[in-house]
């Protein structure tokens, strides 16, 4: 029997989630929930889990950064993100960070079982689609030089999508702890690097590469 913690605020994708899994012929497995980051935190600190499905968008909280601090905590369990975002979004930052795969929350309840048991089994779960796009990520080696929103870092990363969004330096402050005056500093460092002159075009931008969702 293989122990897994479910992490993700919305109750009935936990309970589906669960379902999918307990119900697989091929999975033996005793599932926990929370819908908290603190609660995750203290589960799997405190628990002997063997994985971890969790929500990147959970409210309150930069899902990067709880991935971290998930990832300090019990550095040899695997996690598997399950994000509402599409993989050319987070995936490559969330497997840098320590993530074992990565699996949107349209993606068929067979591919969630497919990924469980691969990431059980030792293994990393990367889908076809996001092994195209690693191809042409690394393809570009050394020489990409053109600066695009996969060179901002992950902070960065965050405040160009909220950005994009249309949210004003204060809600963006509040939603990740930070203050107006550095989320500024995240906006101004990322209108140079991405060489953008004002407000509009952050937006423009986030919406032209899918990233104000």
């Not at 993700?8 to 994708?13: A, E, R, S």
């Not at 926990?32 to 063997?50: F, I, K, M, P, S």
């Not at 399950?82 to 599409?86: A, E, G, H, I, N």
């Given at each position: 029997?293989?122990?897994i913690?479910?992490?993700?605020?919305?109750?009935?994708?936990?309970?589906g989630?669960?379902?999918?899994?307990e119900?697989s012929?091929?999975?033996?497995?005793s599932?926990?929930?929370?819908?908290?980051?603190?609660?995750?935190?203290?589960?799997?600190?405190?628990?002997?889990?063997?994985l971890v499905l969790?929500d990147?968008?959970?409210p309150?909280?930069?899902g990067?950064?709880?991935?971290?601090?998930?990832?300090?905590?019990a550095p040899?369990?695997?996690?598997i993100i399950?994000?509402?975002?599409?993989e050319?979004?987070?995936a490559?930052?969330?497997?840098?960070?320590?993530a074992?795969?990565?699996?949107?929350?349209?993606s068929?309840?067979?591919?969630?079982v497919a990924?469980?048991?691969?990431?059980?089994?030792?293994?990393?779960y990367?889908?076809?689609?996001?092994?195209?796009h690693?191809?042409g990520?690394l393809a570009?080696?050394?020489?990409?030089?053109v600066?695009?929103?996969?060179?901002l870092?992950?902070r960065?990363?965050?405040?160009?999508?909220?950005s994009?969004?249309?949210k004003?330096?204060?809600?963006?402050?509040?939603?990740?702890f930070?203050?107006?005056?550095?989320?500024?500093?995240?906006r101004?460092r990322?209108?140079?690097?991405?060489?953008l002159k004002?407000n509009?075009?952050?937006i423009?931008?986030?919406?032209?590469?899918?990233?104000?969702?």
């Open positions: 029997m293989r122990k913690l479910v992490v993700d605020d919305h109750t009935l994708v936990r309970r989630v669960i379902r999918i899994l119900q012929r091929d999975l033996e497995v599932c926990d929930e929370t819908g908290q980051a603190q609660e995750a935190l203290r589960l799997v600190t405190g628990g002997n889990y063997d969790l990147i968008a959970l309150g909280v930069n990067l950064d709880l991935l971290k601090s998930l990832h300090r905590a040899r369990l695997p996690i399950l994000s509402m975002y599409p050319d979004q987070y490559i930052r969330c497997f840098t960070q320590g074992a795969g990565y699996l949107a929350k349209d068929a309840p067979e591919d969630l990924a469980v048991r691969k990431v059980l089994s030792g293994g990393r990367v889908s076809g689609g996001l092994v195209e690693l191809a990520h570009a080696g050394p020489a990409h030089t600066i695009s929103h996969e060179d870092t992950d960065e990363f965050v405040v160009l999508r909220l994009g969004a249309g004003s330096p204060a809600q963006i402050a509040g939603e990740l930070l203050s107006v005056k550095t989320v500024n500093t995240y101004a990322v209108m140079s690097k991405l060489g004002s509009a075009e952050v423009s931008y986030a919406i032209k590469h899918n990233l104000s969702t």
